[in-house]
C-alpha cells in the first residue's frame, strides 16, 4: 500500500482526508438527527442552533490553539507564517473550544439544561470514519505513532513499521460509541452521557499518545496530554461521582449477602 491512498471518483483522485472527514460530518450529523428524532431534545430548534454554531466557533478555534503549542519551538519560529498558523489542528483542542463555546452561549442565552448527550454517540462515529481518513493519508497527517516491532506495525511509506494509531482510535470510537448506545437505553442523569464520552476520550488520547512521536514539552507529556489530563481534573467531580455511586452500590450488595437469616431482608421473603 502506498500512503496517501487517493480515492477515485472518475477521472479525479481526492485526497483520503478530505474524503473521510467529509464523510465523517455529514455522517455523523445524520446519526445526530435520527436521535434527536428519537429521543427528542429538551432544546427547541433556535436555541439547538445556537449551541450548534457556538460549538462550531469554538472547535475552530481550540483546535488551532492547541496546535500551536504542540510544538511551541516551531510555532515561534513560524509565527509571521500565516500558512504554518492555519495549516494544522487537533481533535482534542476542538473538544475542548467546543465545550467552553457552547458554556458561554448557554450562559448568555439562559439556558441551564443539559445539551451535550445528543452528541456523545455521533461524535463517536465522526471519529472513527475521521481516522480512517488520518490513516490512508500516512506520516504526513502527524497521527502515526512511533517504531514498533509488532506484527500489525504499518509502513506509511518512511521506511519504519509504526504503530497504527489511527487504527486504534477508531477501534476505540467503536467501541465507546457501542457502550454509550447502550447506556442510552438507561435512565441517566442529563448531562452524564456526554460527560462519559469525554472523560474516556481524553483518557484514552492521554494515555495513546505516548504512542506517537510528539514533542514532550513537560515532565514527559506532550501539550496534547496535558490538555488531556486538564480536563480529566475538570471533569472529576462527574467521573468520582461515577466511582463512588459504584462502590455504594457493591456495598450495598455485599451488606446484604453477609446479612444473618434472622433479618428483617431476608425475612420478608425477597427472593
Not at 172 to 194: E, K, N, T, V, Y
Amino acid at each position: 500500500m502506498t500512503f496517501p491512498v487517493y480515492i477515485p471518483l472518475g477521472a479525479l483522485k481526492l485526497h483520503p482526508h478530505l474524503v473521510f472527514e467529509t464523510a465523517a460530518y455529514a455522517i455523523a450529523f445524520r446519526v445526530y438527527v435520527l436521535l434527536r428524532k428519537r429521543t427528542g431534545d429538551a432544546l427547541d430548534d433556535g436555541n439547538r442552533w445556537w449551541m450548534i454554531a457556538a460549538a462550531a466557533i469554538g472547535a475552530v478555534v481550540g483546535s488551532k490553539v492547541l496546535y500551536w503549542f504542540e510544538d511551541p519551538a516551531l510555532t515561534l519560529a513560524h509565527w509571521r507564517d500565516p500558512a504554518y498558523l492555519m495549516g494544522g489542528k487537533t481533535i482534542v483542542g476542538a473538544f475542548i473550544g467546543g465545550l467552553f463555546a457552547v458554556e458561554i452561549a448557554k450562559r448568555l442565552l439562559g439556558i441551564t439544561c443539559r445539551t451535550g448527550d445528543l452528541f456523545a454517540v455521533p461524535l463517536c462515529v465522526g471519529i472513527a470514519i475521521g481516522r480512517i481518513g488520518c490513516f490512508l493519508t500516512g506520516v504526513e497527517d502527524h497521527t502515526s505513532g512511533i517504531a514498533t516491532s509488532f506484527p500489525w506495525g504499518v509502513n506509511f511509506g518512511d521506511g519504519i513499521a509504526r504503530h497504527p494509531t489511527q487504527l486504534y482510535e477508531v477501534l476505540f470510537a467503536l467501541a465507546l460509541g457501542a457502550f454509550l448506545w447502550q447506556r442510552m437505553q438507561r435512565p441517566l442523569i442529563p448531562g452524564d452521557l456526554f460527560k462519559m464520552f469525554m472523560v474516556a476520550y481524553f483518557a484514552f488520547r492521554l494515555a495513546c499518545d505516548f504512542l506517537k512521536p510528539d514533542v514532550r514539552v513537560l515532565l514527559g507529556l506532550s501539550s496534547i496530554q496535558w490538555a488531556c489530563a486538564a480536563m480529566l481534573v475538570y471533569y472529576s467531580p462527574d467521573w468520582l461521582r461515577w466511582l463512588n455511586l459504584r462502590d455504594r452500590s457493591v456495598q450495598s450488595a455485599a451488606g446484604a449477602l453477609t446479612k444473618g437469616p434472622g433479618s428483617a431482608d431476608l425475612s420478608s421473603g425477597g427472593i
